[in-house]
Structures are given as C-alpha cells and as structure tokens.
C-alpha cells in the first residue's frame, strides 16, 4: 500500500468532514439538539421522495404527490410518495440510492468553483414549486415553504463561504441520514421483498454498498481523496 496516498486522506477538508459527520450523529441521538438539523434532514427526506418521483416518471409512471411528516414517538421525519405505474422495483430502489448521489452531488459543489449562492437559490425556489404542486399535509407543507425561504435568503443575502457550508451540512446530513435509516429495515426494503421475493435484508446490504461506492466517490472528487482500491498492492 502506498502510504503516501495514504496520507491524503487526512486531509484538512476531509477532518472537517469527519469532525461534522460526528457533530450530526450527536446531535441526531439528542431529542431537545435533533431540532438544529431538523431542516436538513426534512429536506433530505424530500429528496429521498423525489427521487421515488424521478425514477415514476422515468419508467412510464405518473407522480401524484407527496407528504413530509414528523413522528414525535420516534422523533424522526417520515415521508411517502403516492404514485401510478412505472417500474415498482426501480422507483423503489431510487429512493436511498438517489439520495446518497444528491447528497454527494451537494458535496461536490460545495468545495468546487461553482457558485453555492445559484444552487441555493435554484434548490429553493425548486422546493417551493415542489410544495405548491405536490405536497400533501400541513407540517410537509409548511416545512417545505420554509426551507424553501429560507434557502433562497441565504443565497441572497449571505455570503458565498456561508452558503457553501450550508451545501456541505446538507450533503453530510444525507449521508448521516441514510446510513441512520439502513442500520434499521426500511420500509423500502420491505416493499422490494413484496415485489421481488428477494429478503429484505440483501436489498439493505447492496443499498449500504452502493452507498459506500457513491461517498467514496465524491470524497475523491471534493478532495482527491484515493479510492481504496487504488491503494492496494502499492510498496511502501
């Protein structure tokens, strides 16, 4: 293995990355602290439906709506997708594994010369549309407009290094997320094992390699990080 590269890893952005990656997960198992990131990880389970959406329409189906609830029993956002045709195994498999390549789309941007502020403002005013035409519920509603808002002040009204930094909290927060909800078994997972037969487990594990395949990726495109196996059967 070549240390060298090794070493590449431990790059500044790439502790800062680790150091927030940690701050999330704390702040994801304290009740009264969960609120700070409630608004990233509302906007990651819009996502994670979208792209449920995404993968409809692509496939020949119809997108009806959405909704975006919160559970105070568990203390954690839940959301649904309600629509017609298309490939049920395809539109399911879409929703974790898209959220993942959004999540690492949004890191790629944030350390890249393209303008965080535009995304931003693209990101909100696309997540009001979203909640006008297809959102059902009023907490999904209401979180959506204000998210939506709320996006669209920063890109307007603060700076670029600021927006920046909310693009990158809001791709760890959905790579935080996802890994959270695979631990457990997913709804998602149990609709495949319906539809296929395949245990819900297996689809959890691919779901969880794919995962891991995607943020490797986009830590070496964001920081030069070397993929693992790059490393391997190098001397020292």
Sequence with gaps: MDLDRLNQLLTPGVRAAALLVLLILILGRIPIL???????????????????????????GQFKQLSVTYNPTTNEVEGSALSRGGDGCLIVNAGYVGTTLAGALLLIVAVSSISARLVL????IGLLLVTAIFMRGAFGRISGVL???????????????????????????????TAL???????????L???????????????????VLIVLWALNRAYGVPLPWTLLGRGT
């Design 147 to 177: 998210i939506g808002l709320g996006l669209i002040l920063i890109s307007r009204q603060f700076p670029e290094v600021i927006a920046k930094g909310v693009l990158w909290i809001m791709a760890v927060t959905m790579f935080v997320d």
């Design 193 to 211: 094992q319906r539809r296929t037969g395949i245990d819900f487990g297996l689809w959890i594990v691919l779901w969880q390699i794919l995962a």
């Design 121 to 124: 403002l693209v990101l909100g």
């Design 34 to 60: 969960k609120f700070l990131i409630l608004p990233f990880s509302i906007f990651g389970v819009i996502v994670h439906e979208l792209a449920h959406a995404l993968a409809t329409v692509l496939t020949g």
């Design 181 to 191: 909800h695979l631990i457990h078994v997913p709804m998602d997972a149990r609709n």
